[in-house]
């Protein structure tokens, strides 16, 4: 593996760390979905570099970590970033706080598929724990998108 790959591996390990990190219980309905995000970001900056399959590998990691069905984030994570990937132009010129809205439209549909396959196989209910992710999204993505922009710019990372 290359060294123009560390920086991507080493932030979607952080995220998958801060995806099953404990939290206090009041806390832990408002996390963001770090591995979604850091995943959008990457396939945003590099598209031809990372995509569905990441999404897919990523996704299906995180269904062993949280002990979900198998393939529910991967099927959520390769939805979102096929989204990612297919606005990416658009996105890019995009103002930050209209990123951010539409970024926060693609973590609603990964959150809608993982509540999809929640309900299909078990007896998903909806409260406002399954949208405080989405709302978590919001406020994490412009400071993730400034932390891994910097990152880029200061390993002089090439497009």
Not at 32 to 51: D, E, H, K, N, Q
Not at 116 to 143: F, K, M, N, Q, Y
């Amino acid at each position: 593996m290359s060294a123009r790959h560390w920086p991507m591996l080493v932030s979607l390990l952080a995220a998958l760390s801060l995806e099953v990190a404990p939290l206090p219980p009041e806390l832990s309905a408002w996390r963001p979905p770090w591995v979604a995000l850091v995943a959008v970001y990457w396939a945003l900056s590099y598209p031809r570099r990372y995509g569905l399959a990441m999404a897919w590998a990523v996704g299906l990691v995180l269904d062993v970590l949280k002990g979900s069905v198998l393939g529910q984030h991967a099927l959520a994570m390769t939805v979102t970033i096929w989204i990612a990937l297919y606005f990416h132009l658009r996105l890019r010129v995009f103002p930050p706080w209209q990123q951010t809205m539409a970024v926060v439209g693609m973590v609603f549909v990964h959150q809608f598929l993982v509540f999809w396959v929640d309900g299909v196989t078990s007896a998903a209910t909806l409260d406002w724990r399954r949208l405080a992710p989405v709302a978590a999204a919001a406020l994490a993505w412009p400071v993730l998108a400034a932390l891994l922009d910097h990152l880029r710019v200061r390993l002089r990372m090439q497009t």
